[in-house]
């Protein structure tokens, strides 16, 4: 068993594991160590050098991903002599890569840009003309553009290929400074998991044909959140801008790392159902009055729960554990049933056995948590008994057009679907990554999602209702 030793970076004394990678414990410290071909989900490789390091007692520079931590080392990361090797290589990946920043992608994002700017290394002794060139737009699949200009040969693309998907798609070609990524011919990238090989890229090599061109990365805002198109709430970041005049919108989804959940990586329909968020928006509110608010909605509710005592909720999946709490409540306070039936939410051709699961919704074991009934059979019952019908955020009936007929229907949606023309009543909500929340994901965990995006356009909050109807039923009047 390894145990704690003290080391020191920089003269400052640090604790770490021995015969752990030196390279993990200068990442996990946020201590600036360059690399391009480390990473923690595929491990060391050992080709691009940047990663060197001065070790007291070593006589050359070593590179710390493949260095194992000792009792007592004395490590340097920033001095003349270590920066000048770090320099030296930087100047050797950079003979053949073309002046593209201003039109690059990555701008913004690129390690080999950020290392350049650190380096202060800021004239350049090669002639553009005497660059090697090569191909530029190659459309590999899977939504994944390569230029092979810009690579810096680090592997990691194509060691996601060979260990992580087992898919060998990518691979080297060609030798010496001549060397490309490419795709064997009639074999192109296509894996359910292709477009993380775009995030593992540490330059503009790898680009997303669905982001390219769309926004300059510093312009997006970031917050942390959950993917909600299957059980498993893979960790994400939502990159989203709000410009003038606009609503904020989402422009993509990026993995962000937890390795109790999805460890590095998400899967590409997960990434690209950041659409879903921004199409087909149900944004006025439904009734059959004339001046449509949500106060004069309001009292249209009020009134349909005064006048039918028979009452059922039916919830979405998606729902967070407080909207599903909160609900709850006020179907007691009523009297009321509620059911969160919800076959139409699984798709077995979705699972795999990496990280998809067969449940393409985000929070079903909230209703198990809740004691909020999943069961057709007493929701059967309960449909046939209630003459009003509360569907929050549940998609049910947009397969069932026709089983709604005698029934009042209040409806509350995000997106625009054939529930809301079957309805009385039907309000706006926000969407799932505009609301604030808490998921269980498949595997039990609790993930809790503080979203922050602004919007022009009014989508309420399923809490806020709620409570407002709370409020009126408890003081029995409007
Ligand atoms: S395309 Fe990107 S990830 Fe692949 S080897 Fe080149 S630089 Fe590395
Ligand atoms: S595996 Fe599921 S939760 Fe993860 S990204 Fe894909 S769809 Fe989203
Ligand atoms: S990161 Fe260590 S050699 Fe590339």
Redesign the pocket.
Known sequence: MSEMVKISVNNVQIEALENSLLIDVLINKDINIPHFCYHQALGKDGNCRMCMVEIEGQKRPQISCNTLVKNDMIVRTVGEKIEKVRRDILELELLNHPIDCPTCDQAGECKLQDYYMQSGFYESRINVELKNNEKKRIDLGSNVMLDQERCVLCTRCTRFCSDITKTNELVVLNRTDHSVIGTFPGMPLNNPYAMNVVDLCPVGALTSKDFRFKQRVWFLESFNAI?N??S???NIIVDHRKEKYKDDQVFRFRPRRNDEV?GHF??D???LSYKLQNENRFLDIKSNLEINTLDTAMSQIYDLIQHNSKILFLLGPNLSYEEMYNIKNVSKILNANISGYVPTYIDESFKDDF???NDKSSNQASFKELGISQDKNSFTYFLNYSTLLIILDNNYFDTNIHKLKNKKVISFFAHKCPSITQSDISIPIASFHEKSGTYINSLGIKQKVVSKMKKNTPSYSINSIIESLKTIIEKGTL
């Open positions: 993917c198109l299957c498993k709430g893979c999805n998400i899967c329909e997960g990434r990280l998809r699961t």
